[in-house]
């Protein structure tokens, strides 16, 4: 059996399959990786069209979807190989993809994740907005990447290209070892999908392991294939899950006052929106933190792990200050010495 395992998560994606499995297939090493779809209760012809063209690859099937989160740990908890890597299912992944993390994985025992670079399938000199070069998070659970800052993309100029220590590495395609996905009770169930991936990786740093980017290797990934960017869906997600994000990993001594500040800017974001006309997108914030009162008790339950160690990459300052009011609109303009090492 072979070492790595590339689990692509499928939920009436067909479309994407036809258009990006193939490259997966063609360059991804047959001596070193398994490429398996796990699929997620699809509905379209995604069954039908694997087990036609590639009748070869492993499918595991689900009978209803169990979003990103469930979907991965059930494929998951039946693997044994050395180290998985979740693949989304529309990322292109060049000649050379997988060998970079996987001798950067072997070599180097306490990292337990790692990353790509991620570059935009729709232009390909440009950073994507899920990853980028390496993701990290702002004291109020703000979300950005060395190459994209809030809505804010960079032009790849291999500025980005040196391997560093990351708070986040994108779920669209994540290297993790199988073993210590599996120790930690892999992603949680309750946030289904965004956000997830965080939590996972500060969990992770939690445990003592290090997370990482490796620019050597780089895929082009398209984005939103199945929440598009401006879904009042994916932006409920996205608010109720940082806000439970914090109350699941934040040390005592800064969490009310972190929720506080957040609160209050999710508040003032919603009154935008009201102003605009998005009606969904305000509804879908006052939802967020209406769902996230109901799950606050089941989540601060989870704080089990909090405080053993200090993650990597957490900027100590407000990336929206920062960006909207100081104008620093790329990673490079930021203080270092504002970023835990």
């Known amino acids: 059996m072979n070492r790595v395992a590339v689990v692509i998560l499928n939920w009436n994606g067909c479309s994407f399959l036809e258009q990006f499995l193939p490259s997966v297939v063609e360059n991804t090493p047959t001596d070193i990786a398994d490429v398996i779809v796990a699929d997620n209760g699809s509905t379209d012809n995604s069954l039908a069209y694997l087990k036609d063209r590639f009748p070869s690859i492993k499918t595991i099937c689900f009978d209803k979807n169990y979003g990103f989160t469930g979907g991965y740990n059930r494929a998951i908890e039946t693997l044994t190989h050395e180290y998985t890597i979740l693949l989304n299912s529309d990322v292109e992944t060049p000649k050379g993809w997988l060998e970079p993390l996987y001798e950067q994985m ?23 907005y899920a990853g980028a070069s390496g993701g990290f998070l702002d004291r109020y659970g703000y979300p950005f990447c060395r190459g994209r800052i809030l809505s804010t993309t960079e032009i790849d100029s291999e500025q980005y290209n040196d391997p560093i220590p990351v708070f986040w590495a994108s779920g669209a395609c994540l290297m993790v070892r199988t ?25 992770l740093q939690h445990a003592g392991y290090k997370v990482m980017v490796y620019p050597q290797s780089h895929v082009f990934h398209v984005g939103g294939g199945t929440l598009p960017n401006n879904n009042p869906h994916k932006m409920y997600l996205n608010f109720r899950n940082s806000l439970l994000m914090l109350v699941k990993n934040l040390p005592a001594k800064t969490l009310l006052t972190t929720l506080f500040v957040r609160m209050v800017l999710d508040g003032a974001a919603g009154v935008a929106f009201l102003i605009q006309g998005k009606w969904g997108f305000f509804v879908a914030v006052l939802k967020a933190h209406r769902d996230f009162y109901r799950m606050l008790s089941k989540f601060l339950a989870k704080r089990k792990e909090v405080g053993k160690s200090k993650p990597s990459g957490f900027y100590k300052k407000s990336i929206v200050f920062s960006h909207l009011v100081k104008g620093k609109k790329t990673y490079s303009l930021l203080d270092p010495s504002k970023f835990t090492a």
Not at 106 to 128: I, R
Not at 186 to 191: A, H, M, R, T, Y
Not at 193 to 200: K, L, N, T, V, Y
């Open 179 to 203: 073993s210590l996905y599996k120790k930690l009770g892999g992603l949680d169930s309750d946030f289904f999908a965004h956000m997830e991936e965080i939590d996972f990786c500060w969990r």
């Open 106 to 128: 072997e070599k180097n025992p306490h990292v337990g994740a790692c990353m790509p670079k991620m570059l935009a399938y729709a232009d390909k000199h440009s950073f994507e």
